[in-house]
């Protein structure tokens, strides 16, 4: 295991899992990655001063406090956040609904720290920032927080809806500033109605890796697959808020989350020897998700994996190489891991590593230890499996293939039992009738809660860690 650490950011560790040891000819390496960071004064520490105004040369757009603008330059911020708050015509259905997004959008405008440079924006078929406005960031402090939840009295619904407009329009706030960690809060309540989903997908793949997004659904109008998909793209957390009196719990947690980073822009770097290839690299831990497809060449046998932001967590990867096949009593070094940052243009050579880790092959005769897989990755082999069972249960039930839905979601049932994976089996048992959780034996039931069953499927890809 090693560590880095400087005096402003967390400190990483990176601890390895697995079964180093293949029969003779074996080529499948797999491992657990666990990656820690911890003790970012920060995340735990008081409030961010706001700038005082004259303390910092304040840059084109900046918001000043002496004449109803905030003190201090959003260039200078050390993070960024944009909520955006879906205003279209459904938000009016009930009523009730626009006004508990206003209340949620001001618990987390009350839960940005002093020295963030935040802002609002109001989507439908475009996207309008209510504050601080004209494509600026203000520095939040009591002043602008004041100010920012009087101009959410200007949130009213009317018009469609254009995800991907919303997200330019953060995209575009966030270039104002030099802040490096860059987060947005997205909620929307319906489809995207007003955009092709090619045009979400293009805004989508633009806007990886510049930020860091969270997407809520609130109600049962909304898509599964859009709001996980955005909330995937932008290594986010995505969630059903089904009663709209919840969105001020959830504001505020997410908030919270997003105050809590101090580090940005990581990435896991891997290094493979020659003849070796990498079969997928996930992470497995809060949530599965798949970083396969998003490896950015970093020189020879080397890749970036983008991880995103991080606070004080832990999170798991897995990992899987193929390596030469070899004779029994060799061995080799399979991949090297290490969490980096990427260096500004123009800026010195490279960083230490935050944190490496090696991951070994080795061969032997030996059939009862080469057979032997490590707890860990026998874990989140099954948490993954559990997610993709749920995925094509739903999917098969909704197409209305009943004996495909109930062989799925019963291996799911059995998954989820098998791992200690408690909050997916409540949602499971709200969708299928239980008759043998061992066995996986299940009946579908005749009639599903809507919001049941968009919060599985929602909640699909949330996993427990390993029991120690």
């Known amino acids: 295991m090693a560590h880095f650490s400087t005096p402003d950011a967390p400190r990483f560790s ?3 899992y697995q079964n180093e040891y293949l029969p003779e000819g074996g080529r499948e390496v797999n491992a657990i ?15 961010i001063p706001a700038p005082v105004h004259g303390g910092f ?25 944009v909520i955006m708050v879906d205003c ?24 940005v720290r002093d020295g963030v440079a935040f802002s609002v924006v109001a989507g439908t078929h475009k996207a309008v920032e209510i504050f601080p406005g004209d494509g600026r960031l203000a520095i939040a402090d009591p002043l602008t927080r004041a100010q920012a939840k009087e101009a959410l009295r200007s949130l009213s619904p009317g018009g469609g ?9 953060a995209d575009l706030l966030f270039d104002s500033t030099d802040a490096a960690i860059r987060h947005g809060i997205l909620l929307t309540d319906g489809r995207n109605e007003h955009e092709e989903p090619q045009r979400l997908r293009a805004v989508l793949d633009a806007c990886a890796g510049r930020f860091t997004c969270d997407a809520r659904g609130v109600g049962t109008d909304w898509e599964v697959e859009e709001v996980t998909g955005i909330a995937a793209a932008l290594l986010g957390t995505a969630d059903i808020v089904a009663d709209p009196a919840g969105l001020a719990a959830d504001f505020t947690r997410m908030m919270e989350t997003a105050m809590g980073k101090e580090v940005a822009d990581v990435s896991l770097r891997l290094w493979t020897p020659k003849g070796a290839e990498v079969a997928y690299v996930k992470q497995v831990a809060p949530t599965v998700e798949d970083l396969t497809a998003r490896r950015v060449e970093a020189g020879p046998r080397v890749g970036d994996y983008p991880t995103g932001s991080w606070g004080d ?34 800026v010195g050579s490279p960083p230490s590593p935050l944190a490496q880790g090696l991951v070994r092959a080795v061969w032997t005769d030996d059939l009862v230890v080469s057979t032997a897989m490590n707890p860990q990755v026998a874990h989140y082999t099954g948490q993954a499996e559990l997610a993709q069972a749920i995925k094509q249960g739903m999917n098969a039930r909704k197409s209305g293939d009943a004996e495909q839905a109930t062989a799925k979601l019963g291996r799911a049932v059995q998954l989820a039992a098998a791992s200690g994976n408690e909050d997916t089996a409540k949602l499971l048992a709200k969708v299928v009738d239980v008759l043998d959780v061992a066995a996986g034996t299940v009946r579908l039931k005749a009639k599903v809660a809507e919001a049941d069953e968009m ?13 120690k």
């Open 313 to 346: 967590e832990s999170r798991d990867y897995h990992l899987c190489v193929r390596v030469p096949a070899a004779e029994v009593g060799q061995e080799m070094l399979a991949a090297r891991i290490s969490l980096v940052q990427p260096v500004p243009d123009g």
């Open 161 to 169: 809806t254009a995800i991907g407009t919303w997200l330019l329009q």
């Open 88 to 111: 279209s015509g459904s938000m009016d259905y009930p009523p009730t609904k626009m006004r508990h997004a206003r209340e949620a959008t001001a618990a987390a405008i009350d839960t």
């Open 57 to 81: 040369e304040d840059a084109p757009g900046a918001y000043d406090s002496a004449s109803g603008r905030s003190g201090g330059s959003p260039h200078a911020a050390r993070a960024a956040v």
């Open 14 to 16: 990176v601890e390895v």
């Open 33 to 47: 990655i666990t990656v820690t960071s911890a003790g970012g004064g920060a995340a735990a520490g008081p409030p």
């Open 455 to 467: 919060t599985l499927e929602t909640r699909s890809t949330k996993t427990v860690r390993v029991k």
